[in-house]
Nanobody, 126 residues
Framework: QVQLVESGGRLVQAGDSLRLSCAASGLTFSRYAMGWFRQAPGKEREFVAAVSWTGGYTYYADSVKGRFTISREYAKNTVYLQMSSLKPEDTAVYYC???????????????????WGQGTQVTVSS
């Protein structure tokens, strides 16, 4: 049974940094590209970042580029999202997801992901 379990979300102030973690189990971690999505209240879920199977290629939404960093640690089957210079508009539930889709262009679309975590809440106060 595949499980993706996010952690690290909490209430922070604008300008703070925060690291989210997503622990994967029940799958061959190195065969999946991993992504982070987020959903703010009243809005659709949106792409945040993705990392390739090898960890060598990363992709970001324009809204987080330069502030967020996605990475993965194979020894722990874990993907991270390091967030800095947080803004109130970053407030959302953050989801981790895994995909076998080959093309990086596919990783921006939630429908191309095979597995999802339950989400972790990040709240940024002004």
């Amino acid at each position: 049974q595949v499980q993706l379990v996010e952690s690290g979300g909490r209430l922070v102030q604008a300008g703070d940094s925060l690291r989210l973690s997503c622990a994967a189990s029940g799958l061959t971690f190195s065969r999946y590209a991993m992504g982070w999505f987020r959903q703010a209240p009243g809005k659709e879920r949106e792409f945040v970042a993705a990392v390739s199977w090898t960890g060598g290629y990363t992709y970001y939404a324009d809204s987080v580029k330069g502030r967020f960093t996605i990475s993965r640690e194979y020894a722990k089957n874990t993907v991270y999202l390091q967030m800095s210079s947080l803004k109130p508009e970053d407030t959302a539930v953050y989801y981790c997801a895994a995909t076998t889709a080959v093309l990086p262009s596919s990783w921006y679309t939630e429908g191309n992901y095979n597995y999802w975590g339950q989400g972790t809440q990040v709240t940024v106060s002004s």
